[in-house]
């Protein structure tokens, strides 16, 4: 089945700094990747819309400059959260769809914790 | 008012209980629905994907989609412990869109 692979699973950083989340769809082509937060207790939040080969596209409210993403090929797509805050502390998953396949499949998840 | 309404609980049922979970939602353009369940920090899962209204059954999960009351549901036949998660509804206008999910009911199930 489709997998979509997501590291790190846990990172801590002080604030200030950039941190980078990678997913990858390990075995399959993904044109389209999606990524979310999720708040404890929470359901998940679409922050944007990463498209392979152009600009990703953002929800409302959500910083582009603040939150970089980076789909460089069809099986990687990087979420880079820069001068990073406290506030920025969340869970952050990716999804993709693979092609002619039922539903979406989602990482693991990525606990980001700024101190 | 939320796109997807979803009771957050929690949901505490005993072991071999059939559980009902439910969504309702309000755009009508919504052709796709799905059902995650979601262990604590991890990824959601999926476990059931629905085109349009009807049943679906997988297991000892089954789905229904009423679009004409704009409600879904999810049903889990005799309960195990292990069923203990959060359960996510999600919609969306096609196949490739983007998710509205709803705010996940979290379930326990106890032995």
């Not at chain 1, 959260?81 to 990482?107: K, L, N």
């Not at chain 2, 049943?55 to 989609?65: I, L």
Request: include cysteine.
């Amino acid at each position: 089945g489709a997998v979509v692979s997501q590291h790190p699973s846990r990172v801590i950083c002080k604030s200030g700094t950039s941190v980078k989340i990678e997913c990858r769809s390990l075995d399959f082509q993904a044109t389209t990747m999606f990524w979310y937060r999720q708040f404890p207790k929470q359901s998940l939040m679409l922050m944007a819309t990463s498209n392979e080969g152009s600009k990703a596209t953002y929800e409302q409210g959500v910083e582009k400059d603040k939150f970089l993403i980076n789909h460089a090929s069809l099986t990687l797509s990087t979420l880079t959260v820069t001068s990073a805050h406290p506030e920025d502390s969340s869970f952050y998953i990716c999804s993709a769809r693979e092609q002619d396949r039922d539903g979406y499949t989602f990482g693991s998840g990525t606990r980001l914790t700024v101190v | 008012q939320k796109e997807v309404e979803q009771d957050p609980g929690p949901l505490s049922v005993p072991e071999g209980a059939i559980v009902s979970l439910n969504c309702t939602y309000s755009n009508s353009a919504f052709q796709y629905f799905m059902w995650y369940r979601q262990y604590s920090r991890k990824g959601p899962e999926l476990l059931m994907y629905t085109y349009s209204s009807g049943n679906k059954e997988d297991g000892r999960f089954t789905a229904q989609v009423d679009k004409s009351s704009k409600y879904i549901s999810l049903f889990i036949r005799d309960s195990q412990p292990s069923d203990s998660a959060t359960y996510l509804c999600a919609m969306s206008y096609n196949a490739g869109n983007m998710l509205t999910f709803g705010g996940g009911t979290r379930l326990m199930v106890k032995p």
